[in-house]
Protein backbone atom coordinates (compact mmCIF):
# COMPACT_ATOMS: atom_id res chain seq x y z
CA UNK A 1 0.00 0.00 0.00
CA UNK A 2 2.68 2.38 0.76
CA UNK A 3 4.27 1.96 -2.75
CA UNK A 4 0.94 2.32 -4.23
CA UNK A 5 1.05 6.12 -2.60
CA UNK A 6 4.13 6.88 -3.45
CA UNK A 7 3.14 5.87 -7.08
CA UNK A 8 -0.27 8.52 -6.81
CA UNK A 9 1.96 11.25 -4.90
CA UNK A 10 3.98 11.44 -8.51
CA UNK A 11 1.01 13.56 -9.74
CA UNK A 12 -0.38 15.76 -7.28
CA UNK A 13 -1.98 17.85 -8.89
CA UNK A 14 -3.61 15.37 -11.57
CA UNK A 15 -4.38 13.49 -7.60
CA UNK A 16 -5.55 16.73 -6.38
CA UNK A 17 -7.83 17.57 -9.14
CA UNK A 18 -9.72 14.09 -9.07
CA UNK A 19 -9.95 14.00 -5.43
CA UNK A 20 -11.43 17.52 -5.23
CA UNK A 21 -13.66 16.22 -8.45
CA UNK A 22 -14.68 13.59 -6.93
CA UNK A 23 -15.89 15.11 -3.29
CA UNK A 24 -17.72 17.52 -5.65
CA UNK A 25 -19.67 14.25 -7.41
CA UNK A 26 -20.46 12.80 -4.74
CA UNK A 27 -21.69 15.75 -2.88
CA UNK A 28 -23.98 17.02 -5.89
CA UNK A 29 -25.04 13.13 -6.09
CA UNK A 30 -26.30 12.48 -2.05
CA UNK A 31 -27.58 16.11 -2.11
CA UNK A 32 -29.43 15.41 -5.24
CA UNK A 33 -31.00 12.16 -3.85
CA UNK A 34 -31.26 14.24 -0.53
CA UNK A 35 -33.76 16.64 -1.74
CA UNK A 36 -35.13 14.17 -3.87
CA UNK A 37 -36.20 11.93 -1.38
CA UNK A 38 -37.19 15.30 0.53
CA UNK A 39 -39.65 16.49 -2.31
CA UNK A 40 -41.10 12.85 -2.27
CA UNK A 41 -42.29 13.22 1.18
CA UNK A 42 -43.67 16.42 1.04
CA UNK A 43 -46.06 15.18 -1.87
CA UNK A 44 -47.04 12.45 0.29
CA UNK A 45 -47.65 15.37 3.26
CA UNK A 46 -49.56 17.34 1.06
CA UNK A 47 -51.71 14.40 -0.15
CA UNK A 48 -52.80 13.57 2.82
CA UNK A 49 -53.07 17.26 4.39
CA UNK A 50 -54.69 18.90 2.14
CA UNK A 51 -58.20 18.19 0.30
CA UNK A 52 -60.24 20.23 -2.67
CA UNK A 53 -63.61 21.28 -2.63
CA UNK A 54 -65.67 22.22 -4.92
CA UNK A 55 -68.72 24.84 -4.15
CA UNK A 56 -71.63 24.82 -6.61
CA UNK A 57 -74.27 27.65 -7.62
CA UNK A 58 -76.81 28.20 -9.54
CA UNK A 59 -76.78 31.44 -11.54
CA UNK A 60 -80.31 32.85 -12.26
CA UNK A 61 -81.85 33.59 -15.60
CA UNK A 62 -82.29 36.89 -15.53
CA UNK A 63 -82.81 39.48 -12.50
CA UNK A 64 -86.39 41.30 -11.67
CA UNK A 65 -86.89 44.68 -10.47
CA UNK A 66 -88.75 44.75 -6.85
CA UNK A 67 -90.48 48.11 -5.55
CA UNK A 68 -91.29 48.13 -1.94
CA UNK A 69 -93.30 51.65 -0.42
CA UNK A 70 -91.18 53.48 2.02
CA UNK A 71 -93.72 55.61 4.36
CA UNK A 72 -90.78 58.02 5.49
CA UNK A 73 -89.63 59.06 2.05
CA UNK A 74 -93.31 58.97 0.66
CA UNK A 75 -91.67 56.57 -2.42
CA UNK A 76 -91.11 53.27 -2.93
CA UNK A 77 -87.47 52.11 -2.94
CA UNK A 78 -86.54 49.86 -5.70
CA UNK A 79 -83.79 46.59 -5.36
CA UNK A 80 -83.36 43.36 -7.94
CA UNK A 81 -84.17 40.17 -7.10
CA UNK A 82 -83.09 36.78 -9.30
CA UNK A 83 -85.26 35.21 -11.15
CA UNK A 84 -84.86 31.36 -12.07
CA UNK A 85 -86.80 29.57 -14.86
CA UNK A 86 -86.30 26.35 -12.94
CA UNK A 87 -84.74 25.41 -10.06
CA UNK A 88 -81.94 22.79 -11.04
CA UNK A 89 -81.57 19.26 -8.74
CA UNK A 90 -78.25 18.55 -7.24
CA UNK A 91 -78.79 15.21 -9.53
CA UNK A 92 -78.08 16.63 -12.68
CA UNK A 93 -74.08 16.53 -11.12
CA UNK A 94 -74.07 13.22 -10.89
CA UNK A 95 -74.60 12.86 -14.66
CA UNK A 96 -71.06 13.72 -14.87
CA UNK A 97 -68.65 10.84 -15.48
CA UNK A 98 -65.75 12.15 -12.80
CA UNK A 99 -64.76 10.60 -9.69
CA UNK A 100 -66.00 12.72 -7.08
CA UNK A 101 -64.33 11.51 -3.47
CA UNK A 102 -67.43 12.72 -2.10
CA UNK A 103 -70.41 14.47 -3.18
CA UNK A 104 -72.25 15.89 -4.74
CA UNK A 105 -74.70 17.07 -2.14
CA UNK A 106 -77.23 19.82 -1.72
CA UNK A 107 -77.48 20.10 2.21
CA UNK A 108 -80.84 21.64 3.75
CA UNK A 109 -80.71 22.68 7.95
CA UNK A 110 -83.66 21.05 9.96
CA UNK A 111 -85.22 22.83 13.03
CA UNK A 112 -85.08 20.65 15.89
CA UNK A 113 -87.15 21.35 19.36
CA UNK A 114 -84.65 20.81 22.17
CA UNK A 115 -85.46 18.31 24.77
CA UNK A 116 -86.43 20.31 28.09
CA UNK A 117 -83.75 21.27 30.23
CA UNK A 118 -80.99 22.35 27.65
CA UNK A 119 -81.45 26.29 26.58
CA UNK A 120 -80.00 27.98 22.81
CA UNK A 121 -79.19 31.41 22.29
CA UNK A 122 -79.56 30.32 18.53
CA UNK A 123 -82.96 32.40 17.71
CA UNK A 124 -83.15 35.21 20.03
CA UNK A 125 -81.77 37.48 16.79
CA UNK A 126 -84.22 36.08 14.86
CA UNK A 127 -87.29 36.78 17.37
CA UNK A 128 -86.48 38.72 20.09
CA UNK A 129 -87.99 41.84 17.95
CA UNK A 130 -91.03 40.40 16.69
CA UNK A 131 -94.41 40.84 18.79
CA UNK A 132 -97.49 39.47 18.04
CA UNK A 133 -100.21 42.32 19.78
CA UNK A 134 -103.78 42.90 19.88
CA UNK A 135 -104.66 46.85 19.96
CA UNK A 136 -106.95 49.51 18.95
CA UNK A 137 -106.57 52.63 17.82
CA UNK A 138 -106.98 56.02 19.90
CA UNK A 139 -108.77 57.33 17.36
CA UNK A 140 -109.62 56.73 13.56
CA UNK A 141 -106.59 57.07 11.92
CA UNK A 142 -104.51 55.71 8.03
CA UNK A 143 -101.26 54.14 9.75
CA UNK A 144 -98.94 55.66 7.10
CA UNK A 145 -97.06 57.11 9.72
CA UNK A 146 -96.77 56.35 13.22
CA UNK A 147 -100.30 56.09 15.36
CA UNK A 148 -100.13 55.89 19.04
CA UNK A 149 -102.93 52.82 19.55
CA UNK A 150 -103.57 50.74 23.10
CA UNK A 151 -102.08 47.16 23.36
CA UNK A 152 -105.00 45.35 24.31
CA UNK A 153 -103.25 41.46 24.40
CA UNK A 154 -99.46 40.10 24.06
CA UNK A 155 -99.50 36.59 22.39
CA UNK A 156 -96.76 36.25 21.63
CA UNK A 157 -93.21 38.88 22.93
CA UNK A 158 -92.06 40.49 25.86
CA UNK A 159 -93.81 43.86 24.92
CA UNK A 160 -93.56 46.57 27.48
CA UNK A 161 -95.90 49.37 28.28
CA UNK A 162 -100.05 49.56 27.69
CA UNK A 163 -99.23 51.61 24.35
CA UNK A 164 -97.11 52.04 21.15
CA UNK A 165 -96.75 53.71 17.84
CA UNK A 166 -98.13 51.46 15.02
CA UNK A 167 -97.11 52.69 11.30
CA UNK A 168 -98.11 50.46 8.36
CA UNK A 169 -94.68 51.38 7.23
CA UNK A 170 -94.37 49.70 3.39
CA UNK A 171 -98.37 49.93 2.71
CA UNK A 172 -98.48 53.00 -0.14
CA UNK A 173 -102.45 53.18 1.06
CA UNK A 174 -103.36 51.38 4.09
CA UNK A 175 -106.54 50.72 5.26
CA UNK A 176 -108.15 52.97 8.13
CA UNK A 177 -107.72 51.83 11.35
CA UNK A 178 -111.69 52.93 13.45
CA UNK A 179 -111.76 53.96 17.00
CA UNK A 180 -113.18 51.23 19.17
CA UNK A 181 -111.80 48.71 17.36
CA UNK A 182 -109.68 45.78 17.62
CA UNK A 183 -107.20 44.26 15.62
CA UNK A 184 -104.10 42.27 15.21
CA UNK A 185 -100.40 42.30 14.32
CA UNK A 186 -96.86 40.79 14.05
CA UNK A 187 -94.92 43.28 14.42
CA UNK A 188 -90.92 44.39 14.84
CA UNK A 189 -89.87 47.67 16.27
CA UNK A 190 -87.45 49.85 14.63
CA UNK A 191 -86.40 52.89 14.62
CA UNK A 192 -88.37 56.15 13.71
CA UNK A 193 -87.52 57.52 10.13
CA UNK A 194 -90.30 59.90 9.82
CA UNK A 195 -88.50 63.05 11.45
CA UNK A 196 -89.01 65.17 14.44
CA UNK A 197 -92.89 65.84 13.51
CA UNK A 198 -93.17 62.43 15.34
CA UNK A 199 -92.71 62.19 18.77
CA UNK A 200 -91.21 59.06 19.59
CA UNK A 201 -87.66 57.01 18.76
CA UNK A 202 -89.31 53.79 17.56
CA UNK A 203 -92.28 52.56 15.30
CA UNK A 204 -93.68 49.10 15.70
CA UNK A 205 -93.96 47.92 11.68
CA UNK A 206 -96.28 44.83 10.60
CA UNK A 207 -93.86 42.18 9.38
CA UNK A 208 -95.85 39.03 9.24
CA UNK A 209 -98.79 37.54 9.34
CA UNK A 210 -100.07 33.84 8.92
CA UNK A 211 -98.60 32.76 5.42
CA UNK A 212 -97.37 29.59 4.06
CA UNK A 213 -94.14 29.14 2.03
CA UNK A 214 -94.40 25.25 2.02
CA UNK A 215 -92.87 23.09 -1.02
CA UNK A 216 -93.09 19.33 -2.00
CA UNK A 217 -89.91 17.46 -2.65
CA UNK A 218 -89.65 18.45 -6.17
CA UNK A 219 -89.39 21.78 -5.62
CA UNK A 220 -92.61 23.07 -6.26
CA UNK A 221 -94.75 25.55 -4.21
CA UNK A 222 -97.51 23.98 -2.41
CA UNK A 223 -100.55 26.09 -3.08
CA UNK A 224 -102.90 26.78 0.00
CA UNK A 225 -106.60 27.37 -0.14
CA UNK A 226 -106.74 28.28 3.46
CA UNK A 227 -104.07 31.10 3.65
CA UNK A 228 -103.96 33.73 1.13
CA UNK A 229 -101.02 34.85 0.02
CA UNK A 230 -99.26 37.98 2.30
CA UNK A 231 -101.65 40.53 1.27
CA UNK A 232 -102.44 42.02 4.17
CA UNK A 233 -100.32 42.51 7.60
CA UNK A 234 -102.76 43.10 10.10
CA UNK A 235 -106.67 42.77 10.51
CA UNK A 236 -109.08 43.00 13.03
CA UNK A 237 -110.21 40.78 15.79
CA UNK A 238 -114.10 40.42 15.63
CA UNK A 239 -116.10 38.30 18.32
CA UNK A 240 -115.36 34.62 18.64
CA UNK A 241 -112.13 35.42 16.02
CA UNK A 242 -110.07 33.02 17.68
CA UNK A 243 -112.99 30.39 16.78
CA UNK A 244 -112.54 31.22 12.73
CA UNK A 245 -109.85 29.88 10.92
CA UNK A 246 -108.05 33.41 10.78
CA UNK A 247 -107.86 33.77 14.69
CA UNK A 248 -106.68 29.77 14.71
CA UNK A 249 -103.74 30.94 12.19
CA UNK A 250 -102.47 33.99 14.11
CA UNK A 251 -102.66 31.41 17.25
CA UNK A 252 -101.07 29.06 15.44
CA UNK A 253 -98.37 31.84 14.03
CA UNK A 254 -97.80 33.11 17.89
CA UNK A 255 -97.21 28.81 18.43
CA UNK A 256 -94.29 28.69 16.13
CA UNK A 257 -92.28 32.06 17.05
CA UNK A 258 -92.62 30.47 20.90
CA UNK A 259 -91.44 26.87 19.32
CA UNK A 260 -88.86 29.03 17.30
CA UNK A 261 -87.13 30.08 20.54
CA UNK A 262 -86.18 26.56 21.57
CA UNK A 263 -85.10 25.63 18.25
CA UNK A 264 -81.87 24.79 17.44
CA UNK A 265 -80.61 24.33 13.16
CA UNK A 266 -79.56 20.74 12.85
CA UNK A 267 -76.80 20.39 9.63
CA UNK A 268 -76.82 16.94 7.74
CA UNK A 269 -73.87 15.59 5.79
CA UNK A 270 -72.24 12.58 4.43
CA UNK A 271 -68.98 14.24 5.32
CA UNK A 272 -66.83 17.30 7.42
CA UNK A 273 -64.68 17.51 4.01
CA UNK A 274 -68.05 18.52 2.62
CA UNK A 275 -68.75 21.74 4.63
CA UNK A 276 -66.66 24.81 3.09
CA UNK A 277 -65.88 25.92 6.78
CA UNK A 278 -64.04 22.76 7.91
CA UNK A 279 -62.47 23.03 4.34
CA UNK A 280 -61.08 25.94 5.29
CA UNK A 281 -60.18 25.26 8.91
CA UNK A 282 -62.61 27.87 10.17
CA UNK A 283 -64.45 25.11 12.04
CA UNK A 284 -61.93 22.21 13.84
CA UNK A 285 -62.99 19.20 16.42
CA UNK A 286 -61.73 20.21 20.03
CA UNK A 287 -62.69 16.89 21.60
CA UNK A 288 -63.87 13.81 19.88
CA UNK A 289 -64.41 12.96 16.32
CA UNK A 290 -67.24 11.37 13.31
CA UNK A 291 -65.44 8.92 11.27
CA UNK A 292 -65.89 8.71 7.86
CA UNK A 293 -67.32 5.08 8.44
CA UNK A 294 -69.78 6.61 10.78
CA UNK A 295 -70.87 8.68 8.23
CA UNK A 296 -71.63 6.02 5.70
CA UNK A 297 -73.13 3.97 8.19
CA UNK A 298 -75.88 6.64 9.47
CA UNK A 299 -74.99 6.26 12.86
CA UNK A 300 -76.17 7.75 15.59
CA UNK A 301 -73.83 10.30 16.29
CA UNK A 302 -73.34 14.07 16.58
CA UNK A 303 -71.18 17.17 16.44
CA UNK A 304 -72.32 20.08 18.69
CA UNK A 305 -70.82 23.79 19.05
CA UNK A 306 -68.22 24.22 22.17
CA UNK A 307 -70.44 26.97 23.17
CA UNK A 308 -73.73 24.65 23.17
CA UNK A 309 -71.34 21.72 25.57
CA UNK A 310 -70.57 24.80 27.93
CA UNK A 311 -73.56 26.36 28.22
CA UNK A 312 -75.82 23.00 28.79
CA UNK A 313 -73.07 21.26 30.33
CA UNK A 314 -72.57 18.54 27.80
CA UNK A 315 -69.64 15.92 27.32
CA UNK A 316 -68.54 13.71 24.41
CA UNK A 317 -70.54 10.52 25.42
CA UNK A 318 -73.99 12.23 26.41
CA UNK A 319 -76.95 11.63 24.69
CA UNK A 320 -79.26 14.92 22.91
CA UNK A 321 -82.33 13.75 21.93
CA UNK A 322 -83.83 15.88 18.72
CA UNK A 323 -86.84 16.51 17.35
CA UNK A 324 -87.24 17.94 13.69
CA UNK A 325 -90.17 19.38 12.62
CA UNK A 326 -89.13 21.86 9.30
CA UNK A 327 -86.36 21.71 6.46
CA UNK A 328 -84.91 23.89 4.56
CA UNK A 329 -83.93 23.87 1.15
CA UNK A 330 -83.27 27.17 0.24
CA UNK A 331 -81.33 29.15 2.50
CA UNK A 332 -78.30 28.40 4.91
CA UNK A 333 -78.88 28.12 8.77
CA UNK A 334 -76.63 31.33 9.20
CA UNK A 335 -79.86 33.36 7.54
CA UNK A 336 -82.16 32.52 10.59
CA UNK A 337 -79.39 31.38 13.16
CA UNK A 338 -76.96 34.07 12.75
CA UNK A 339 -74.67 34.88 15.37
CA UNK A 340 -74.66 38.83 15.63
CA UNK A 341 -78.50 38.76 14.14
CA UNK A 342 -81.03 36.60 12.00
CA UNK A 343 -84.01 36.69 9.53
CA UNK A 344 -87.12 34.50 8.91
CA UNK A 345 -87.59 34.76 6.03
CA UNK A 346 -89.92 31.98 5.26
CA UNK A 347 -93.16 30.71 7.19
CA UNK A 348 -93.00 27.96 9.88
CA UNK A 349 -96.96 27.22 8.82
CA UNK A 350 -97.62 24.41 6.73
CA UNK A 351 -100.03 24.70 3.96
CA UNK A 352 -103.03 23.95 5.78
CA UNK A 353 -102.29 26.87 8.38
CA UNK A 354 -100.94 24.82 11.20
CA UNK A 355 -96.94 24.54 12.73
CA UNK A 356 -95.01 21.92 11.70
CA UNK A 357 -95.35 18.66 13.25
CA UNK A 358 -92.21 16.45 14.36
CA UNK A 359 -91.30 14.36 11.62
CA UNK A 360 -88.29 12.46 12.76
CA UNK A 361 -87.29 12.03 16.12
CA UNK A 362 -83.71 10.23 17.65
CA UNK A 363 -81.72 10.18 19.91
CA UNK A 364 -78.31 11.08 19.32
CA UNK A 365 -74.38 10.77 20.93
CA UNK A 366 -72.01 13.31 21.04
CA UNK A 367 -69.12 12.08 19.43
CA UNK A 368 -67.41 15.59 18.94
CA UNK A 369 -67.15 19.13 19.87
CA UNK A 370 -66.46 21.78 17.19
CA UNK A 371 -65.25 25.45 17.33
CA UNK A 372 -66.31 27.71 14.52
CA UNK A 373 -64.60 30.96 14.20
CA UNK A 374 -66.16 33.02 11.65
CA UNK A 375 -64.48 35.83 10.13
CA UNK A 376 -66.08 39.71 10.34
CA UNK A 377 -68.19 39.27 6.92
CA UNK A 378 -70.10 35.58 8.48
CA UNK A 379 -70.45 37.55 12.17
CA UNK A 380 -72.45 40.28 10.50
CA UNK A 381 -74.01 39.40 7.03
CA UNK A 382 -77.04 36.96 7.10
CA UNK A 383 -76.40 33.63 4.64
CA UNK A 384 -72.64 34.42 4.42
CA UNK A 385 -71.74 30.35 5.68
CA UNK A 386 -73.29 27.10 5.89
CA UNK A 387 -72.19 27.35 9.98
CA UNK A 388 -74.54 28.69 12.22
CA UNK A 389 -74.99 29.79 16.60
CA UNK A 390 -75.59 26.28 18.43
CA UNK A 391 -75.67 24.17 15.31
CA UNK A 392 -75.70 19.99 15.52
CA UNK A 393 -74.02 18.41 12.51
CA UNK A 394 -75.21 14.81 11.66
CA UNK A 395 -74.89 12.02 9.51
CA UNK A 396 -77.47 12.35 6.30
CA UNK A 397 -78.29 8.86 6.48
CA UNK A 398 -79.21 8.72 10.00
CA UNK A 399 -82.08 10.87 9.15
CA UNK A 400 -84.09 7.71 8.33
CA UNK A 401 -87.46 9.64 7.27
CA UNK A 402 -88.45 11.52 4.44
CA UNK A 403 -89.01 15.14 5.29
CA UNK A 404 -91.07 15.85 1.89
CA UNK A 405 -94.45 16.79 3.71
CA UNK A 406 -91.90 19.49 6.17
CA UNK A 407 -90.21 21.70 3.52
CA UNK A 408 -90.57 25.38 4.72
CA UNK A 409 -88.69 26.89 2.04
CA UNK A 410 -86.53 25.26 -1.15
CA UNK A 411 -84.51 27.36 -3.23
CA UNK A 412 -81.51 27.10 -6.04
CA UNK A 413 -78.14 25.15 -5.22
CA UNK A 414 -75.44 28.22 -3.61
CA UNK A 415 -72.01 27.79 -2.46
CA UNK A 416 -73.39 27.70 1.42
CA UNK A 417 -75.79 24.94 0.81
CA UNK A 418 -74.19 22.87 -2.27
CA UNK A 419 -70.47 21.10 -2.57
CA UNK A 420 -68.48 18.16 -3.81
CA UNK A 421 -64.77 16.82 -3.08
CA UNK A 422 -62.51 15.52 -5.77
CA UNK A 423 -59.23 14.35 -5.88
CA UNK A 424 -56.15 17.08 -5.25
CA UNK A 425 -54.94 18.15 -8.49
CA UNK A 426 -57.72 16.92 -10.67
CA UNK A 427 -60.08 20.67 -10.87
CA UNK A 428 -58.97 21.21 -14.78
CA UNK A 429 -60.17 17.27 -15.12
CA UNK A 430 -63.42 17.80 -13.43
CA UNK A 431 -64.20 21.56 -15.30
CA UNK A 432 -64.04 19.81 -18.34
CA UNK A 433 -66.28 17.54 -17.39
CA UNK A 434 -68.79 19.93 -16.00
CA UNK A 435 -68.51 21.61 -19.42
CA UNK A 436 -70.02 18.92 -20.74
CA UNK A 437 -73.00 19.22 -19.04
CA UNK A 438 -75.99 20.99 -20.40
CA UNK A 439 -77.18 22.68 -17.75
CA UNK A 440 -73.30 24.03 -17.62
CA UNK A 441 -74.40 27.92 -18.19
CA UNK A 442 -76.45 28.05 -15.36
CA UNK A 443 -74.09 26.80 -12.75
CA UNK A 444 -71.18 28.53 -11.13
CA UNK A 445 -68.59 26.11 -9.46
CA UNK A 446 -65.79 27.45 -7.44
CA UNK A 447 -63.26 25.25 -6.62
CA UNK A 448 -60.91 25.82 -3.45
CA UNK A 449 -57.94 23.21 -2.89
CA UNK A 450 -56.26 25.54 0.30
CA UNK A 451 -53.43 26.25 -2.12
CA UNK A 452 -52.34 22.93 -3.20
CA UNK A 453 -51.94 23.85 -6.54
CA UNK A 454 -49.65 26.03 -5.88
CA UNK A 455 -47.49 24.43 -3.07
CA UNK A 456 -47.46 21.01 -5.16
CA UNK A 457 -46.16 23.25 -8.48
CA UNK A 458 -43.31 24.30 -6.06
CA UNK A 459 -42.81 21.12 -4.54
CA UNK A 460 -42.67 19.62 -8.15
CA UNK A 461 -40.05 22.09 -9.48
CA UNK A 462 -37.78 21.64 -6.26
CA UNK A 463 -38.10 17.86 -7.21
CA UNK A 464 -37.00 18.19 -10.92
CA UNK A 465 -34.32 20.28 -10.13
CA UNK A 466 -33.53 17.66 -7.61
CA UNK A 467 -33.19 14.79 -10.18
CA UNK A 468 -31.41 17.17 -12.49
CA UNK A 469 -28.79 17.81 -9.45
CA UNK A 470 -29.04 13.69 -8.98
CA UNK A 471 -28.17 12.93 -12.44
CA UNK A 472 -25.56 15.58 -13.20
CA UNK A 473 -23.53 14.43 -9.86
CA UNK A 474 -23.60 11.02 -10.92
CA UNK A 475 -23.01 11.54 -14.00
CA UNK A 476 -19.57 13.68 -12.76
CA UNK A 477 -18.96 10.88 -10.47
CA UNK A 478 -18.62 8.26 -13.54
CA UNK A 479 -16.98 10.29 -15.52
CA UNK A 480 -14.02 11.28 -12.71
CA UNK A 481 -14.33 7.61 -11.70
CA UNK A 482 -13.58 6.46 -15.54
CA UNK A 483 -10.79 9.44 -15.89
CA UNK A 484 -8.66 7.49 -12.48
CA UNK A 485 -9.36 4.70 -13.74
CA UNK A 486 -7.85 5.88 -16.84
CA UNK A 487 -4.85 7.64 -15.35
CA UNK A 488 -3.85 5.36 -12.14
CA UNK A 489 -5.10 2.04 -13.60
CA UNK A 490 -5.05 1.85 -17.61
CA UNK A 491 -2.18 3.76 -17.83
CA UNK A 492 -0.25 2.34 -15.14
CA UNK A 493 0.06 -1.38 -17.89
CA UNK A 494 4.04 -1.34 -17.47
CA UNK A 495 3.94 -1.02 -13.64
CA UNK A 496 2.06 -3.87 -13.60
CA UNK A 497 4.38 -5.63 -16.26
CA UNK A 498 7.79 -4.92 -14.55
CA UNK A 499 6.35 -5.87 -11.05
CA UNK A 500 5.16 -9.17 -12.66
CA UNK A 501 8.48 -9.42 -14.08
CA UNK A 502 10.10 -9.14 -10.32
CA UNK A 503 7.79 -12.24 -9.13
CA UNK A 504 4.81 -10.35 -7.56
CA UNK A 505 2.19 -12.19 -7.40
CA UNK A 506 -1.23 -10.53 -9.17
CA UNK A 507 -2.54 -10.24 -5.75
CA UNK A 508 0.19 -7.96 -4.70
CA UNK A 509 0.03 -5.95 -7.96
CA UNK A 510 -3.85 -5.53 -7.47
CA UNK A 511 -2.65 -4.36 -3.72
CA UNK A 512 0.14 -1.93 -5.36
CA UNK A 513 -2.14 -0.68 -8.02
CA UNK A 514 -5.53 0.01 -6.70
CA UNK A 515 -5.07 -0.06 -2.52
CA UNK A 516 -3.89 3.77 -2.18
CA UNK A 517 -6.60 4.37 -5.09
CA UNK A 518 -9.22 3.10 -3.19
CA UNK A 519 -8.60 4.94 -0.03
CA UNK A 520 -8.06 8.12 -1.87
CA UNK A 521 -11.58 7.85 -3.63
CA UNK A 522 -13.76 6.42 -0.75
CA UNK A 523 -12.21 9.01 1.66
CA UNK A 524 -13.11 11.79 -1.39
CA UNK A 525 -16.39 10.63 -1.49
CA UNK A 526 -16.92 10.44 2.46
CA UNK A 527 -15.45 14.22 2.23
CA UNK A 528 -18.09 14.90 -0.70
CA UNK A 529 -20.89 13.05 1.89
CA UNK A 530 -19.70 15.46 4.71
CA UNK A 531 -20.32 18.62 2.13
CA UNK A 532 -23.59 17.28 1.56
CA UNK A 533 -23.88 17.29 5.44
CA UNK A 534 -23.45 20.66 5.76
CA UNK A 535 -25.39 21.24 2.85
CA UNK A 536 -28.36 19.72 4.25
CA UNK A 537 -28.42 21.59 7.98
CA UNK A 538 -28.03 24.80 5.44
CA UNK A 539 -31.15 23.92 3.47
CA UNK A 540 -33.09 23.28 6.92
CA UNK A 541 -32.44 26.91 8.23
CA UNK A 542 -33.25 28.65 5.25
CA UNK A 543 -36.53 26.65 5.12
CA UNK A 544 -36.63 27.58 8.98
CA UNK A 545 -36.80 30.87 7.79
CA UNK A 546 -38.62 31.44 5.54
CA UNK A 547 -41.61 29.56 6.64
CA UNK A 548 -43.11 32.98 8.10
CA UNK A 549 -42.78 34.39 4.60
CA UNK A 550 -44.55 31.96 2.23
CA UNK A 551 -45.52 33.07 -0.65
CA UNK A 552 -48.79 31.07 -0.46
CA UNK A 553 -51.39 30.52 1.96
CA UNK A 554 -52.07 27.64 4.30
CA UNK A 555 -54.20 29.71 6.65
CA UNK A 556 -57.10 27.72 6.26
CA UNK A 557 -56.23 24.60 5.34
CA UNK A 558 -57.10 21.24 7.12
CA UNK A 559 -55.57 20.89 10.44
CA UNK A 560 -53.97 24.62 10.07
CA UNK A 561 -52.32 23.79 13.35
CA UNK A 562 -49.81 20.91 12.45
CA UNK A 563 -50.03 21.28 8.51
CA UNK A 564 -46.93 23.52 8.77
CA UNK A 565 -44.98 21.31 10.83
CA UNK A 566 -45.78 18.69 8.31
CA UNK A 567 -44.68 20.26 5.31
CA UNK A 568 -41.43 21.06 7.03
CA UNK A 569 -41.34 17.75 8.23
CA UNK A 570 -39.51 16.17 5.71
CA UNK A 571 -36.78 19.36 5.64
CA UNK A 572 -36.27 18.53 9.68
CA UNK A 573 -35.22 14.95 8.68
CA UNK A 574 -33.44 16.25 6.13
CA UNK A 575 -29.90 15.94 8.58
CA UNK A 576 -30.82 12.48 9.46
CA UNK A 577 -31.41 11.42 5.99
CA UNK A 578 -28.27 12.27 4.57
CA UNK A 579 -26.18 9.95 6.56
CA UNK A 580 -27.26 6.51 5.04
CA UNK A 581 -27.60 8.24 2.03
CA UNK A 582 -23.74 9.58 2.35
CA UNK A 583 -22.56 6.51 3.79
CA UNK A 584 -24.56 4.57 0.66
CA UNK A 585 -22.71 6.75 -1.74
CA UNK A 586 -19.52 6.04 -0.61
CA UNK A 587 -20.00 2.37 -0.34
CA UNK A 588 -21.34 2.58 -4.37
CA UNK A 589 -18.04 4.32 -5.18
CA UNK A 590 -15.87 2.02 -3.14
CA UNK A 591 -17.54 -0.97 -4.98
CA UNK A 592 -17.59 0.56 -8.24
CA UNK A 593 -13.46 1.46 -8.38
CA UNK A 594 -13.03 -1.89 -6.98
CA UNK A 595 -15.14 -3.60 -9.46
CA UNK A 596 -13.80 -1.61 -12.47
CA UNK A 597 -10.19 -1.63 -11.40
CA UNK A 598 -9.85 -5.47 -10.47
CA UNK A 599 -11.56 -5.56 -14.06
CA UNK A 600 -9.06 -3.59 -15.75
CA UNK A 601 -5.79 -5.19 -14.23
CA UNK A 602 -7.27 -8.69 -14.72
CA UNK A 603 -7.37 -7.41 -18.66
CA UNK A 604 -4.15 -6.55 -18.15
CA UNK A 605 -3.18 -10.23 -16.31
CA UNK A 606 -4.31 -11.72 -19.90
CA UNK A 607 -1.42 -10.13 -21.34
CA UNK A 608 2.70 -11.16 -21.62
CA UNK A 609 4.67 -9.34 -19.53
CA UNK A 610 6.95 -8.42 -22.32
CA UNK A 611 3.77 -7.48 -24.31
CA UNK A 612 2.87 -4.52 -21.89
CA UNK A 613 6.65 -3.61 -21.64
CA UNK A 614 6.63 -2.81 -25.86
CA UNK A 615 3.48 -1.28 -26.29
CA UNK A 616 2.79 1.91 -26.95
CA UNK A 617 0.94 4.08 -23.88
Given at each position: MKNSFKQLFRTPVKLFLCAVTVMGSTALCVLGLLLWQQANSQIRSLEESFTTIATVEQTPNT??????????????????????????SVDCLENVEFPFLDGPEKRPYYGAYLPSGLTTTATRQATANYYIVEFTPLETCVPSQPVRVDVVRVLFGNQNGDSLWFCDHFSENPPTLEKGKTYIACMQYWGNTHGEAISTTVEFVPLLCPYTTQYDSNGNK???????????????????????????????????????DSTIPVLPTDSLSLLPSFHEGKASLV??????????????????TEEFARVNNLSVGDSLSLSLYFANYNTPASQLFGYSSGALDFSLLNSEGQVYSTFFEKEYTIAGIYRYSPDGSETVQLGASEMSRDMVIVPAKSITVSDENNIADY????????SFQIGNGSIAACEAALASLPQSRFLTVTFDDNGYTQIMDSVSQARSVAVILCGMGILCLLLVLCLLLYFFVVKQAKR??????LGRSKSQCRCSILSGLVVVVTASAILGGAVSLWAAGAIVDVAALSENEESFSIQYSVGTEALGDELLAPQAEASDGVYPLAVGTAVVVFAITMAFGNLLLHHSFQKEPMTLLNSRE
Open positions: TKLSSVWDAALGAYTHSSTPVYDSILVESSVIPDRDTLWEEVTEGFYETGRGQYWLNLAESLQGLEGEITEEQFQEGAGVCLVGPMSATTTVAIERA
